[in-house]
């Protein structure tokens, strides 16, 4: 059984709008990030004297690892706090891979600081390498707030840890999610002893104030955005589970109820965490996108069965309380530039791609969707798809394995034979992350600029 949800008149208006392309702020964003770690480091060397021996070489390189550990730490959980701004002007993939390479850097700057300060401490009181451990020791019983922010870089040994790739698959996502949020704990535990053992600070008082408003901010912004926000939202919204309806085998529709959903400001392409207050499912939060434009009374979303919470959305009764975050992510129609478009999907990446083939704005003609699943049984909302192709005379295309299992070509020649002006669309990619790799370097072969090719890719 299919379900078919239009979009109402929301949805007929934004096909009218012209294209207007929202420039991505990534590039300012990094070079103001670099202008920061310029800033500590000009902190640390103004604050230097000169270095006459080994021992002052090992301090301060202490010194200045431990500074830009810090400032790290706060950018860590700024990409933690869903600003609007990053997740929807940057994307939440990319703010995702920020957060991810910050916190390798942090977690590497923080083993040098305390490796490197432990030692210049133990050649300041006669002691050698040999001796580290002890003087670790003696300096977290001796030394004030050491033992909190022993405790926080335990904290982010284990989350980084867990957040390697070979031990994060074999660990639940819940799991995962919840212990990764023992971050906020880490920096606040960590915070102290930077200011009441680090030097720059004791001398500098001004030093000491933007750091205050550096972690100030970044607190106020969580508080703001990752608490207040989604209580704010789902008190006004009060969403509860209206349907669930199988549209395909292992792929279920969730259409969601609530009041005034337009007013969430959600977009297709978008995505909301997603919290169903049902036994078992309560504590557990995941990212599904949009399968259709949201409607003033009802949003949904369609799910493949590929681990416990998504086998367990089937299960969902009418009348469940829904508790949501979001909108998250910029794969929306702001970021088209050109009067033609291709949508790709593989698999279940066809949610948000059957939103945004619905909405895009575009003639007929203007708009092409390809639709990558293993079989024509798992061509999930097909129906919708064709419905949507013969009203807005636009094309939609499907590729399936062969009877005998070969998987269909979907080369630079091929998207080239298919579409021949391919090198003048924008592209939206949502599917796998070997898809949309192998995809991408399609596109990139058929002459389409990386400018030009939208995709958010998650690994979960």
Same mark, same amino acid.
């Given at each position: 059984?299919?379900?078919?949800?239009?979009?109402?008149?929301?949805?007929?208006?934004?096909?009218?709008?012209?294209?207007?392309?929202?420039?991505?702020?990534?590039?300012? &964003?990094? %070079?103001? =990030?670099?202008? $920061?770690?310029?800033?500590?480091?000009?902190? @640390? @060397?103004? +604050?230097?004297?000169?270095?006459?021996?080994?021992?002052?070489?090992?301090? +301060?390189?202490?010194?200045?690892?431990?500074?830009?550990?810090?400032?790290?730490?706060?950018?860590?959980?700024?990409?933690?706090?869903?600003?609007?701004?990053?997740?929807?002007?940057?994307?939440? /993939?990319?703010?995702?891979?920020?957060?991810?390479?910050?916190?390798?850097?942090?977690?590497?700057?923080? !083993?040098?600081?305390?490796?490197?300060?432990?030692?210049?401490?133990?050649?300041?009181? #006669?002691?050698?390498?040999?001796?580290?451990?002890?003087?670790?020791?003696?300096?977290? *019983?001796?030394?004030?707030?050491?033992?909190?922010?022993?405790?926080?870089? $335990?904290?982010?040994?284990?989350?980084?840890?867990?957040?390697?790739?070979? !031990?994060?698959?074999?660990?639940?996502?819940?799991?995962?999610?919840? =212990?990764?949020?023992?971050?906020?704990?880490?920096?606040?535990?960590?915070?102290?002893?930077? %200011?009441?053992?680090? +030097?720059?600070?004791?001398?500098?008082?001004?030093?000491?104030?933007? @750091?205050?408003?550096?972690?100030?901010? !970044?607190?106020?912004?969580?508080?703001?955005?990752?608490?207040?926000?989604?209580?704010? &939202? *789902?008190?006004?919204?009060?969403?509860?589970?209206?349907? !669930?309806?199988?549209?395909?085998?292992?792929?279920?529709? =969730?259409?969601?109820?609530?009041?005034?959903?337009?007013?969430?400001?959600?977009?297709?392409?978008?995505?909301?965490?997603?919290?169903?207050?049902?036994?078992?499912?309560?504590?557990?939060?995941?990212?599904?996108?949009?399968?259709?434009?949201?409607?003033?009374?009802?949003?949904?979303?369609?799910?493949?069965?590929? $681990?416990?919470?998504?086998?367990?959305?089937?299960?969902?009764?009418?009348?469940?309380? =829904? @508790?949501?975050?979001?909108?998250?992510?910029?794969?929306?129609?702001?970021?088209?530039?050109? #009067?033609?478009? &291709?949508?790709?999907? $593989?698999?279940?990446?066809?949610?948000?791609?059957?939103?945004?083939?619905?909405?895009?704005?575009?003639?007929?003609?203007?708009?092409?969707?390809?639709?990558?699943? +293993?079989?024509?049984? /798992?061509?999930?909302?097909?129906?919708?798809?064709?419905?949507?192709? /013969?009203?807005?005379?636009?094309?939609?295309?499907?590729?399936?394995?062969?009877?005998?299992?070969?998987?269909?070509?979907?080369?630079?020649?091929?998207?080239?034979?298919?579409?021949?002006?391919?090198?003048?669309?924008?592209?939206?990619?949502?599917?796998?992350?070997?898809?949309?790799?192998?995809?991408?370097?399609?596109?990139?072969?058929?002459?389409?600029?990386?400018?030009?090719?939208?995709?958010?890719?998650?690994?979960?």
């Amino acid at each position: 059984m299919t379900t078919t949800l239009a979009g109402g008149r929301a949805a007929r208006r934004q096909t009218m709008r012209r294209i207007r392309p929202r420039r991505s702020p990534a590039t300012l &964003l990094l %070079l103001a =990030v670099w202008a $920061g770690a310029a800033g500590v480091l000009w902190l @640390w @060397w103004a +604050n230097t004297p000169a270095i006459s021996d080994n021992n002052g070489r090992i301090l +301060n390189a202490g010194r200045i690892t431990g500074l830009l550990a810090g400032y790290l730490m706060a950018l860590v959980v700024l990409q933690m706090a869903r600003v609007p701004a990053l997740e929807r002007r940057v994307g939440s /993939d990319r703010v995702a891979r920020w957060h991810a390479m910050s916190g390798r850097y942090t977690l590497c700057l923080t !083993v040098a600081h305390v490796f490197l300060i432990m030692w210049g401490y133990a050649l300041q009181a #006669g002691k050698g390498l040999g001796d580290i451990v002890q003087q670790t020791m003696d300096s977290i *019983n001796q030394l004030p707030d050491m033992g909190k922010a022993a405790i926080g870089t $335990g904290l982010l040994f284990v989350i980084g840890l867990m957040s390697i790739g070979p !031990v994060r698959r074999l660990i639940p996502y819940d799991t995962w999610y919840h =212990v990764h949020l023992l971050t906020y704990a880490a920096v606040f535990l960590t915070f102290w002893h930077q %200011l009441t053992t680090g +030097n720059e600070f004791a001398v500098e008082p001004a030093a000491k104030t933007v @750091w205050y408003g550096l972690y100030g901010t !970044v607190t106020a912004l969580v508080i703001w955005y990752r608490i207040l926000t989604p209580i704010r &939202l *789902n008190l006004r919204h009060r969403m509860r589970v209206e349907a !669930v309806i199988e549209e395909t085998p292992g792929i279920v529709s =969730v259409l969601i109820g609530g009041r005034k959903l337009h007013r969430m400001g959600a977009e297709a392409g978008q995505f909301f965490r997603w919290r169903f207050l049902a036994p078992g499912m309560r504590f557990s939060s995941h990212p599904y996108s949009l399968s259709a434009a949201p409607r003033p009374d009802m949003l949904r979303i369609t799910v493949k069965a590929i $681990g416990d919470h998504s086998e367990r959305l089937r299960e969902l009764t009418p009348g469940t309380r =829904v @508790w949501a975050e979001g909108p998250y992510g910029a794969l929306t129609a702001a970021r088209r530039s050109r #009067g033609k478009v &291709l949508l790709v999907a $593989g698999g279940v990446g066809i949610t948000p791609m059957r939103a945004l083939f619905e909405t895009l704005p575009g003639a007929a003609g203007d708009i092409t969707l390809l639709y990558r699943a +293993n079989s024509t049984q /798992d061509l999930a909302l097909w129906d919708e798809l064709a419905t949507i192709a /013969d009203e807005r005379g636009a094309r939609l295309m499907y590729a399936v394995n062969s009877p005998d299992g070969e998987r269909p070509d979907i080369s630079a020649e091929r998207l080239r034979q298919k579409l021949p002006d391919i090198d003048d669309h924008d592209v939206f990619l949502c599917g796998p992350p070997g898809f949309a790799q192998s995809v991408y370097e399609a596109l990139r072969g058929a002459g389409v600029p990386a400018r030009r090719i939208h995709h958010e890719s998650f690994e979960m």
